[in-house]
């Protein structure tokens, strides 16, 4: 089969499109016939070597599918739905996702709900997931509350805005200057141009006691900022470094670094006093608890059953193309999904 490799760590023209033989599904697993691919800002981090975990090169990156079922080897003890050749799903995998075919454990496979197209499915798990994790699992955060929401255009950014407008609470959101018009037409109540303004003085203006929830995988700095918009008993949601990442593409130690070194450190004593907590939250882990990720994404799929969640596919790249897809993104130009299709 062909699948995209990553030949060493580095900037997009590292990948390139190769035969590997086909996976083998054992016991307890799914073959799917792949029809589309979500990338995630992860899978940069991977390509740079920049993510915890990552296999050393050369490896296929990938962590999210939608296609069709091939085959399924029965397990010992059957785990999650039972899903059959021919049956339309999605899948969480570790690694490997950017292939013509791909093997993934019953555990981690999703029908998908009826009318779905595969490249909103291939948009739907992680970052909805990762969402609604943090909001309501994590966060408990309640109608009315008030959430900022950095890199609100992105895959993870807009489903946390669509589950917080689900939920009835007032939403702030972070993104680039052309994406502000954007922000507010996806209900963003506060858009904040990250181009042009300090996100806290604007929360500050908005909201001057401070927010209930702040959503940042920026990190570095950006996790000091965060923790001071925070009102009492706010929730700072810590996921993601992408502030490691530069606009090369390339690996830095340096910028990752310097990202470390202005990374706050949180004294217990201090979040008691301000009655404050901070969140860590990594979808990697939270999949060993199968079944409540699984309950999670049943309530993510009635939400879209019912209108009010919706997958944006910012751009399709055939799997070919993914170098281009992800400069596209690292050029900070999607607003939604970045999707890789094939035939
Ligand atoms: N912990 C978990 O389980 C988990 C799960 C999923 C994702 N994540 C993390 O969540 C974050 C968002 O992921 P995603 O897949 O939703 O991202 P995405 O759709 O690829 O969006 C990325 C957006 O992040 C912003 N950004 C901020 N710093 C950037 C940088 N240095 N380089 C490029 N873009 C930058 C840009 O928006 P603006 O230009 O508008 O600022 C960009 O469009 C990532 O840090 C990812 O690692 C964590």
Not at 90 to 97: N, R, Y
Not at 158 to 182: C, D, P, Y
Request: aromatic share 8%; hydrophobic share 40%; with cysteine.
């Amino acid at each position: 089969m062909r699948a995209l490799v990553v030949r060493r760590y580095g900037a997009p023209e590292v990948f390139e499109l190769q035969q590997v033989p086909d996976p083998q599904p054992k016991a307890g697993e799914v073959l799917i016939r792949v029809k589309a691919i979500g990338v995630n800002f992860a899978d940069l981090l991977q390509r740079m070597g920049l993510y915890p975990g990552t296999p050393k090169p050369p490896f296929v990156p990938g962590l999210e599918v939608a296609g069709v079922v091939e085959r399924v080897v029965e397990g010992p003890r059957p785990e999650g739905e039972t899903v059959k050749p021919g049956d339309a799903v999605v899948a969480l995998t570790d690694f490997h996702g950017y292939a013509e075919w791909v093997v993934a454990s019953t555990k981690y496979v999703y029908r998908l709900p009826a009318g779905m197209p595969f490249n909103e499915g291939a948009a739907i798990s992680l970052n909805y997931l990762t969402a609604y994790h943090s909001i309501f699992t994590m966060g408990n955060l309640q109608p009315g509350d008030r959430i900022l929401i950095h890199s609100a255009a992105g895959g993870v950014g807009i489903a946390a805005v669509q589950l917080a407008h689900a939920r009835g609470l007032v939403v702030f959101g972070t993104g680039g200057g052309s994406k502000q018009e954007f922000l507010r037409r996806i209900g963003v109540a506060h858009a904040i141009d990250n181009e042009k303004s300090d996100f806290a003085q604007v929360v500050q203006k908005y909201a001057p006691g401070g927010v209930e929830m702040v959503m940042d995988a920026i990190g570095g700095k950006s996790f000091a900022s965060s923790y001071e918009c925070l009102a009492p008993s706010g929730r700072l949601v810590v996921y993601g470094f992408s502030a490691a990442a530069g606009a090369s593409g390339k690996r830095s130690w340096l910028r990752g670094l310097t990202a470390m070194a202005q990374t706050p450190k949180f004294h217990p004593l201090k979040l008691m006093s301000k009655s404050a907590a901070i969140i860590g939250v990594n979808l990697g882990q939270v999949r060993a608890r199968g079944t409540h990720l699984r309950t999670e994404l049943g309530e993510i799929f009635r939400l879209y059953g019912e209108g009010k969640v919706k997958p944006v596919i910012s751009k399709t790249f055939p799997l070919e193309q993914g170098a281009a897809a992800h400069q596209f993104i690292q050029d900070r130009k999607n607003v939604g999904k970045v999707i890789l299709t094939l035939k």
